[in-house]
């Protein structure tokens, strides 16, 4: 634990946010067990150790793809051979959230032991409201679950009222697809500023948070959907108002012309420059182009720098693009 003593101290350190991409817990060519997830993530969470040794306090979000993924699976099953009921998105989520929040927590406190560091940890499962009448809603395009053929997946159109679209990669192949609307804030977002600034090391909007909306008399309603995670995260970074926002991936630089004649890596960017070379389309969709919005979007609203690095390059500063409102001196 942090000692009271300690607390005026981490009151006046900085706060930065750690977005842990999907392969921090799980690897591509990887079974799934939670051996292999659990030591994924201490191999990841022992890179932040040297932030904490700086001085930072720390919140951590997370991505969920695969162990949502499985999750929706396991509704599938229970369904087909025992007759259980799908149970929806939200709480699909919020069950990832859970799960996956513990196991960060866990792993963190041990390397916390080894380390000699004293912090609390806190895991909340995070709501993020959404605009019910966004316009994602008209056009879902995230797949989630399964693969199904035309047939299934047609007579689930009918019985669930999903939405299906074929899957290129599978011949003969269709998923389910949801909508993926814009966050507009993390509903206990207050709640992680406040512990967050006194030193306790917050898990928080694992997967973009379980999306809901206020419905017309103000009730909070669940939404089918899913948001994304670096997107929710930029969103509590400023919200909390940290001072930089980090998204871990599986490179070590964000490149322009990337796999094409006069590919570079970048470590330096400004605003203005990498907002042109967004518009330009120099960042594919579906990889880079969305980690380049939520870092712009974190500068937009205040935060001071943006870093896109690979977990274990985190603490040798050479590596990793940081992204300002100016170049950095």
């Not at 939404?223 to 930029?234: C, H, N, Q, R, T």
């Not at 006069?262 to 330096?268: A, I």
Request: hydrophobic residues 35%; proline residues 4%; contains cysteine.
């Amino acid at each position: 634990m942090i000692y009271a003593s300690n607390y005026k101290n981490q009151i006046m350190s900085k706060l930065a946010l750690i977005a842990l991409g999907g392969n921090a817990l799980l690897r591509g060519d990887q079974a799934g067990t939670i051996d292999e997830q659990e030591q994924n993530t201490t191999d990841t969470l022992e890179n932040l150790v040297f932030l904490l040794e700086e001085g930072y306090n720390l919140v951590i979000t997370h991505g969920n793809g695969p162990q949502v993924g499985n999750i929706l699976l396991r509704n599938d099953a229970g369904e087909l051979n025992y007759g259980i009921p799908q149970m929806p998105m939200d709480i699909c989520v919020a069950d990832s959230q859970g799960g996956i929040g513990y196991m960060i927590e866990r792993m963190m406190l041990n390397i916390l032991k080894k380390h000699n560091i004293k912090r609390d940890i806190v895991t909340l499962v995070s709501m993020t409201e959404v605009n019910n009448e966004d316009q994602a809603f008209k056009n879902p395009t995230k797949p989630v679950g399964r693969v199904y053929d035309k047939e299934q997946a047609g007579r689930l159109a009918r019985e669930k009222g999903w939405e299906f679209r074929e899957e290129p990669r599978i011949n003969g192949g269709w998923r389910r697809v949801v909508p993926s609307p814009q966050p507009i804030r993390i509903l206990n977002e207050d709640v992680i500023k406040t512990m967050a600034h006194n030193g306790t090391i917050v898990i928080a909007a694992g997967g973009g948070g379980i999306p809901v909306y206020y419905d017309e008399v103000g009730n909070v309603r669940p939404s089918e959907a899913v948001i994304d995670k670096d997107l929710a995260g930029s969103l509590l970074a400023a919200r909390i108002k940290a001072d930089e926002f980090y998204i871990l991936t599986d490179v070590s630089y964000v490149y322009l012309n990337y796999r094409k004649p006069g590919q570079q890596p970048v470590e330096f960017l400004n605003y203005a420059d990498t907002l042109k070379y967004l518009n330009e389309g120099m960042f594919a969709e579906g990889s880079m182009a969305p980690k380049i919005r939520a870092c712009l979007q974190f500068i937009e609203q205040g935060g001071r720098k943006s870093v896109i690095t690979e977990a274990f390059k985190l603490s040798d500063k050479r590596y990793g693009t940081k992204i300002t409102m100016d170049y950095e001196d």
